[in-house]
């Protein structure tokens, strides 16, 4: 059992960190790389309109995109792995995940680890202004384990008390409130950081469907092997 | 062994792989979108912004 569910998540970590590696270099990264000339101060910002910007242009680095594929890769495999886990032990409960319900397994999983962070604390570009990044991640963890096990509990609770808590876990972190920084003074141009804060979130949401998905796929083929 | 009992010890060696798996993924996610180590941070650096992950 230990080998087939590696075996699926690595399968199903693989194909995703690909394609999402594809999709985030085509979409998110010239921005993130846009970002770094502000970040860097060889764009600048809120620079006198009247004087032309200088003519920069954004610089691609292969080795750079290789590390992103691997990190992506590597990163999937992770959730790959706690999906996996996750079927696995539904399936001891006499449940089994279809590919197409996989796919909304997977949505679940970007509403915890994705949207509603993002609520407190919106994907962010470099050179953006932030509060300490401890309490941030401290935040963010917090969040996904509230958020994850609210999903569950509006999911799968068949009462109101249960469903209260759900809901409760659910807004509790904003309750509390993210880490924000004191004051505004990022070097980005906001329409930049809004476009990939847009496309971060959109991005995010295929690339989970399709995990959940294929999570889903690989972990049946193996256990029917 | 009795049914019984050899399904008891099935269940539990599941459980224990569901376990360990999850904590595979939990620990491989740690060092791609969490830890600080300059390395680890770098090279997942695009990754963890593309994803929204806290990030510097």
């Known amino acids: 059992m230990l080998k087939k569910m590696v075996v699926s998540a690595l399968l199903a970590g693989f194909v995703t960190g690909l394609i999402v590696a594809v999709l985030q270099t085509i979409m998110l990264e010239p921005l993130i790389l846009e970002a770094e000339l502000y970040e860097t101060g060889q764009l600048v910002h809120f620079a006198d309109v009247t004087r032309e910007m200088p003519d920069v242009e954004i610089e691609w680095d292969v080795m750079r995109v290789v590390l992103t594929f691997v990190a992506s890769v590597a990163t999937y495999v992770a959730f790959a792995l706690m999906a996996v886990a996750i079927f696995a032990y539904v399936n001891t409960r006499g449940i089994t995940i279809s590919p197409r319900q996989g796919i909304l397994w997977g949505l679940a999983g970007y509403a915890a680890l994705i949207l509603l962070p993002s609520l407190g604390l ?104 | 062994m009795t049914t019984a009992t050899h399904t008891a010890a099935k269940s539990e060696s599941a459980l224990l792989s569901i376990v360990l798996v999850a904590f595979m993924g939990l620990g491989l996610f740690y060092a791609t979108g969490m830890a600080s180590a300059s390395t680890l941070h770098d090279s997942a650096h695009d990754v963890r912004h593309s994803a929204g992950f806290p990030c510097h």
Do not use: C
């Not at chain 1, 759900?166 to 329409?191: Q, R, S, T």
């Open chain 1, 122 to 225: 919106a994907p962010e570009l470099p050179g953006m202004y932030a509060a300490e990044l401890r309490p941030r991640q401290l935040w963010w963890a917090g969040t996904v384990i509230a958020s994850g096990v609210g999903i569950g509990l509006l999911v799968f609770g068949k009462d109101w008390v249960k469903w209260g808590i759900g809901l409760f876990l659910i807004a509790l972190p904003h309750i509390i409130g993210a880490p924000h920084p004191d004051a505004f003074g990022g070097v980005v141009p906001p329409e930049l950081a809004a476009e990939f804060t847009g496309r971060s979130l959109g991005m995010s949401a295929i690339n989970w469907g399709l995990l959940g998905m294929l999570v889903a796929y690989f972990w049946n083929a193996e256990n029917k092997a």
